[in-house]
Each structure stands twice: as structure tokens, then as C-alpha cells.
């Protein structure tokens, strides 16, 4: 991206979506976003490929739940534009991204231009759900007298304990008919060292957002009112694996997170 930055950006604070775009090999990010992914990079092996493990999971959770016979998926914190998108994945569906970023409107609404007709963003914050679920956009793609699929993929580590996400995704889970499902991954410091997580987490501690690394019981907590699918909670890379030889580095990468895919049963 060119250093000159959009109004309201500030290009010197390395930033979630920027961050995570380079570290997938995009293009949208500045010199303050590189330099952190570099420190991360330079600490483990795998770090380089922490992204791309979640991105994958992002794809097969999706393909996943389109073979469920989902028609419309919400998805929370839907990052910069990158291979393999929600509406790429499910290419029939209603898709509407929602994302704060400045930067990930500008891209993703010229991503969409051509496609109006069945996907959308909204620039706005997932903390606010009571305005994300009445936002036009959503009202006009969305019915949620049928199944939807709600993503809350790479995101939830943003939302700060004090702001309860397990609240957060009970409200979106609220107005879900049977049959919905809720897609979610989550950095974890489960199994990993605690001097590791330390290093880690000041690097992130310089950009502009949290960046909490939760356990298993706090992430699982989360699915409260879904039946996990097989096989549960899981490392990304664990969860219906489809590579005919698994990376040793991607596998290794895939261990910073937990994902899981819940299905809401009649009567939750
Ligand atoms: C790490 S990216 C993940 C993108 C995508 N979900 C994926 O897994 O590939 C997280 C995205 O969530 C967005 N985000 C973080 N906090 C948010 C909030 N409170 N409201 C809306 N978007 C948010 C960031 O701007 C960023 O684009």
C-alpha cells in the first residue's frame, strides 16, 4: 500500500488487519505493520505461518457449513480481502462482512461492487451488536427465520475480558434459527511456553488493539448453546483436515489456535 495513509489511519501503530494481511502476503499494510509481523516471524519457525493455518480452517468451516445447506453467513471481523473470501468459498450464498478497519472497508467495498446482489459490508463494531443486527445491510441479506452461519474467526482475541465476549457471541447467537452455525477461532496459549506467549504479546501490545491468548475452557465457553460438529474444538489444522500431507510448519503454527464449528440445535 502506498505510506501515505487514508484519513483516520495512523500508518506509525501497527494494526490487526494490516498485520495480518502481510503476514498472508498482502499488500495492504505499512512499514510499522511489517516490522512487527518481522519480530513474530523471528521468533519461531511456524510463526510465519500462523495466519494462513487460521485462513485455511476459515475456508473448510465455510465449505463445511455450505454443505450443511447454509445460504447466508455473517461474518465478524472479516478482515482485509484475501484468497479464498466467504462469498469466494460459498459462492451462491448471502455474505455480509462487518469490520471497523478503514482500511478493510476501502478494499472490501471495491472487492463488492459487482456482487451487491448477495454480499455486503458494514463498517462497524462487532462490539455493538444490537446496531450490527439492525444495520440495513444486514437486514436486507439476512433472514433469520432460517439458518445462518456467524463467523467469529481470528477476532474474538481483539475483545477485551472486560467486554465479555462469551456475551458478545450470545447476543449474535440470539436470533438464530435451528440449524445455524457459529464458526470460531481463537489464539490460544494453550500448551504453549508462558515466556513465548510474554514475548508475544508485546509485540501486539504496540499496535492499536488487544490481543488476549485465551485457554480452552474460556474459547469452548464460547460455543455455550451450539453442538460442536466433529471433531470439536481442536488446533485449526486438526479440524477436517483436507491436505494429502500435512506441513510440519503449518501443523506447528495451527497449534496457536482453537477452532471449532457449533451447530444450534432445536430448542437453544
Ligand atoms: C486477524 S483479522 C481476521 C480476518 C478473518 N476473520 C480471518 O480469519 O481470516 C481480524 C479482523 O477483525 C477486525 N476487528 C477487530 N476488532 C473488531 C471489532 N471490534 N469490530 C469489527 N471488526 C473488528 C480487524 O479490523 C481485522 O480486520
Redesign the pocket.
Known amino acids: 500500500m502506498d505510506e501515505e495513509a487514508p484519513s483516520g489511519v495512523n500508518p506509525r501503530i501497527p494494526n490487526?488487519?494490516r498485520m495480518?494481511d502481510y503476514a498472508l502476503g498482502g499488500k495492504d499494510n505499512f512499514a510499522a505493520d511489517r516490522e512487527a509481523v518481522q519480530k513474530l516471524f523471528a521468533m519461531s519457525p511456524e510463526n510465519r505461518y500462523v495466519p494462513l493455518a487460521?485462513?485455511r480452517f476459515?475456508r473448510r468451516a465455510v465449505r463445511y457449513a455450505v454443505e450443511q445447506g447454509i445460504e447466508q453467513f455473517l461474518?465478524?471481523?472479516?478482515?482485509?480481502p484475501?484468497q479464498g473470501n466467504v462469498h469466494e468459498v460459498a459462492s451462491r450464498a448471502r455474505v455480509v462482512y462487518?469490520?471497523?478497519?478503514p482500511v478493510?472497508a476501502v478494499h472490501a467495498r471495491a472487492l463488492l461492487a459487482t456482487d451487491e446482489s448477495r454480499v455486503s459490508l458494514v463498517q462497524?463494531?462487532?462490539?455493538e451488536p444490537e446496531t450490527i443486527l439492525k444495520h440495513p445491510e444486514v437486514v436486507r441479506l439476512i433472514d433469520f427465520s432460517r439458518p445462518v452461519a456467524v463467523?467469529f474467526?481470528?477476532?474474538l482475541h481483539?475483545?477485551a475480558d472486560a467486554e465479555d465476549p462469551a456475551g458478545l457471541v450470545r447476543a449474535y447467537a440470539r436470533p438464530l434459527a435451528p440449524g445455524s452455525h457459529l464458526i470460531l477461532s481463537h489464539l490460544t496459549r494453550e500448551g504453549h511456553p508462558a515466556e513465548l506467549v510474554r514475548r508475544k504479546e508485546e509485540v501486539f501490545a504496540r499496535s492499536n488493539?488487544v490481543f488476549s491468548y485465551r485457554g480452552r475452557a474460556e474459547i469452548l465457553s464460547y460455543f455455550e448453546g451450539f453442538e460442536l460438529v466433529e471433531p470439536g474444538l481442536t488446533a485449526v489444522t486438526a479440524w477436517r483436515p483436507d491436505d494429502p500431507v500435512p506441513d510440519a510448519d503449518l501443523e506447528a503454527a495451527g497449534s496457536w489456535w482453537l477452532g471449532g464449528v457449533g451447530r444450534r440445535a432445536e430448542g437453544q
Do not use: I, K
Open positions: 490487526m488487519a495480518y487460521n485462513r476459515l461474518d465478524l471481523g472479516a478482515g482485509l484475501s462487518v469490520d471497523h478497519d478493510v462497524g463494531d462487532l462490539r463467523l474467526v481470528s477476532v481483539g475483545v488493539t
